[in-house]
């Protein structure tokens, strides 16, 4: 569909040079071209208002752009003063939405194409007739906003341990091509943070590990591959996250690195992304005294979006503010002064705010007082229009169930996933031989412990996932599991089912805590029980140091089926386990350490 707008029709042959190059002028560090004159002139014919529009990413209500479900309809009155998501779009004159489980904009992959097909109906018909960039939190791992029967690869982390930068890269091509086919366009991937603090409760595993060089050999890696699948990669949350123990969501963490250790731990990430073409930098809600002693978080600090990430590194693409209803980013300053301070520290795109009418009035006075040139509103919108434009939304911003169907979940995409996930779980202890499980000497496997939530809502739960895959491989395998934080009669319950017949036990541990704790006390309830127990940490690799020694130990970094499957795989020796540990483990193992068979 070639764009339209109420305000004329761009020219056939500008339409063919954005489709079939993306760019006539020479890209500069970031990925993003120049902006073309047409572009130019497309933003001359905005209206301030439309402008403005343009900066803002919101959340919108509901499974389809028209004719919400009527719970989805008053969410988006309450929030928008208007019934339905293409409403949203209209009014104010949105530049991209973003998608989310929790306001039911992804039940399954057809709805997801439709939804983004109306939205962009929306924009295309009413005001300046520029497409959407629509967008989502798709890490992998313990992030997925879009499940099942879409393909999931592992997170980072597991990624880190797997080690191979090309098997990072194919992830990111397969997930973007999928994403791709649902009309989304921008991923808030890859997190490029360098999770140095063990405690770090944001992070954690959705990083790549702790190690600078690796984290950027990955991170440019899966750039490449989104690129490759014309999906405008996010590196976040810049300038890094990794040593924080505040969840930005709910305060506002402070980074404590002099300014030579971020340029050490912090930076190369960053700075690999920029080299790799990345599209869009995300800031972080974060207080970094070093590179700013203003007390003001990175996304409103000049210093830092403007003196590190545009002139130190030389980004020149879009930058996203991490989302404005997050805690950190509120703290010292009004949500109608948030998105100005934003846009005066150097950020382009203003991510979900909590009242994007109330924001977007603090932009329009800022603009109408002086604060704010409107040469600064057209700067950013240049960047924006020229992603859309390199992205050939201008030129096809629309799906087809066909693409959808072709694309998404296929066989090939998901033996990748399984291909990916092979060499991720890592083998931490067998100090006895226990592991490889035996369906001959050890064919009755009790498999319990945690089953924390899916994060897409569409797999799992953990332990049923690899007691249906051990007995796929032979073993008579059942599932007892007992809750993240198990109470006294759930432990009497695995134990029982172990004394009952079994001669191995399987349990699956999630974020352990230092000292005594319910899962403590279940390991050694079941170590108790005399048959050899078998650790599995399905989040943090940190738990095998909190927890009584098992007979042998795994991480496998996240439990969604994809990694439960590999995890499976390695218990029954059918695959040897390759992971090594992207991240030290205080007291017990290095950065580096994996066991194999």
């Not at 097909?117 to 018909?125: E, I, V």
């Not at 890490?139 to 080690?163: C, D, N, S, W, Y």
């Not at 899966?222 to 709910?250: C, E, L, M, N, W």
């Not at 006294?488 to 191995?504: C, L, T």
Request: hydrophobic share 45%; glycine share 10%.
């Amino acid at each position: 569909m070639v764009w339209t707008s109420r305000r004329g029709l761009l020219g056939a042959a500008a339409v063919a040079v954005v489709t079939a190059t993306g760019a006539s002028a020479a890209e500069p560090r970031g990925g993003v071209p120049r902006p073309q004159p047409w572009v130019r002139r497309v933003v001359g014919r905005m209206s301030l208002a439309e402008k403005v529009g343009q900066l803002f990413v919101s959340r919108v209500y509901g499974h389809a752009a028209t004719g919400p479900d009527e719970a989805d309809a008053a969410e988006n009155l309450r929030a928008f003063g208007v019934r339905t998501a293409a409403e949203v779009v209209r009014r104010y004159h949105l530049g991209g939405v973003v998608y989310f489980g929790w306001a039911h904009n992804t039940r399954d992959p057809q709805q997801v194409a439709e939804l983004s097909n109306g939205l962009q109906r929306a924009a295309l018909d009413g005001g300046t007739g520029v497409p959407l960039l629509l967008s989502v939190d798709q890490e992998h791992g313990i992030v997925a906003r879009i499940g099942r029967p879409a393909t999931l690869f592992p997170g980072a982390m597991a990624l880190g341990a797997g080690g191979s930068a090309e098997r990072a890269r194919e992830a990111a091509t397969v997930a973007g091509t999928e994403l791709a086919a649902l009309g989304l366009r921008q991923d808030y991937a890859p997190v490029a943070d360098v999770n140095v603090n063990p405690a770090n409760p944001v992070i954690g595993v959705r990083s790549f590990g702790a190690d600078p060089e690796a984290v950027a050999r990955l991170v440019a890696a899966q750039v490449r591959g989104y690129r490759a699948a014309g999906i405008a990669a996010t590196a976040k949350h810049f300038p890094g996250h990794g040593d924080t123990d505040t969840d930005s969501h709910v305060g506002l963490p402070v980074m404590r690195h002099s300014r030579e250790e971020w340029e050490r731990v912090d930076e190369p990430p960053f700075r690999a992304a920029v080299a790799a073409g990345v599209d869009v930098v995300m800031t972080a809600h974060i207080v970094f005294p070093a590179l700013d002693p203003s007390g003001d978080p990175a996304t409103l600090s000049r210093p830092i979006v403007t003196g590190v990430l545009r002139e130190r590194l030389g980004f020149r693409g879009v930058v996203v503010t991490d989302a404005l209803d997050m805690a950190g980013v509120r703290q010292k300053y009004g949500d109608d002064r948030v998105p100005v301070l934003a846009l005066k520290a150097g950020c382009d795109q203003l991510l979900n705010p909590p009242d994007l009418a109330l924001a977007q009035r603090g932009v329009l006075a800022a603009v109408r007082d002086g604060e704010i040139d409107e040469g600064r509103i057209d700067e950013s919108v240049l960047r924006i229009l020229q992603l859309k434009a390199r992205l050939g939304l201008f030129g096809r911003a629309f799906t087809t169930p066909e693409e959808v169907r072709a694309g998404v979940g296929t066989q090939a995409h998901l033996r990748a996933a399984d291909a990916v996930a092979a060499g991720t779980t890592t083998l931490l202890a067998n100090p006895r031989g226990v592991l490889p499980l035996s369906a001959a000497r050890t064919p009755r496997v009790v498999v319990t412990g945690a089953d924390p939530a899916s994060p897409s809502g569409t797999t799992g739960p953990p332990t049923a996932v690899l007691a249906r895959e051990l007995a796929a491989l032979g073993f008579a395998a059942r599932a007892v599991p007992t809750g993240l934080a198990p109470d006294a009669a759930a432990v009497a319950g695995a134990v029982r089912a172990v004394r009952a017949g079994a001669d191995a036990v399987v349990v699956c541990t999630y974020n352990v805590a230092e000292g005594e704790g319910p899962q403590r006390t279940l390991v050694r309830a079941l170590l108790d029980a005399g048959v050899p127990v078998v650790g599995v940490a399905v989040r943090n690799p940190y738990d095998v140091a909190r927890l009584p020694e098992c007979a042998a130990s795994v991480a496998t970094y996240a439990w969604t089926d994809v990694e439960m499957r590999a995890a499976a795989r390695v218990l029954a020796g059918a695959t040897r386990p390759a992971g090594r540990l992207p991240v030290a483990v205080s007291g017990a193992y290095p950065l580096g350490f994996g066991l194999s068979y």
